[in-house]
């Protein structure tokens, strides 16, 4: 993982995302102490990874912060993830703080991902 200014932040928001999914009775595994952690995924380990309880889709997320978005480590996971992603007609999303939205935009639009959601949160 690249370096975050404030790794807090980023678990705030994996956390927070996470109970949300929770909530909505998503099958939920969290990459947090204590917690069921996703299976790895080519060289990675997802922040979260969630089926739907209605569909049985499963998706994949990966927090950023604004200072982890155009990070090489970021760029490499985003790809993994996107093309696992389209394998396994799974879906995959990028959780950023909503400042930090276009910016995450951009870099997927540079790195030439078409199936990934950014999300605002």
């Known amino acids: 993982m690249g370096k975050r200014l404030v790794q807090s932040d980023h678990d705030l928001m994996v ?3 996470a109970k949300d999914l929770m909530k909505l ?3 939920v595994a969290v990459d947090l102490p204590g ?7 080519g060289e990675h380990i997802p922040d979260i990874t969630a089926k739907d309880p209605g569909t049985g889709k499963f998706h994949v997320f990966e927090v950023e912060t604004s200072d982890s978005i155009n990070d090489e480590h ?8 996107a093309v696992a992603a389209a394998i396994g007609n799974s879906q995959f999303h990028v959780i950023v703080p909503k400042a930090a939205y276009l910016s995450a935009c951009l870099r997927v639009k540079a790195l030439t991902l078409n199936n990934v959601d950014v999300i605002g949160f």
């Not at 917690?35 to 995924?41: E, F, K, M, R, Y």
């Not at 970021?74 to 993830?81: I, K, P």
């Open 25 to 27: 009775g998503y099958e």
């Open 15 to 17: 956390a927070a995302y």
């Open 35 to 41: 917690l069921i952690t996703p299976a790895q995924i």
């Open 74 to 81: 970021t760029a490499s996971q985003w790809l993994t993830f």
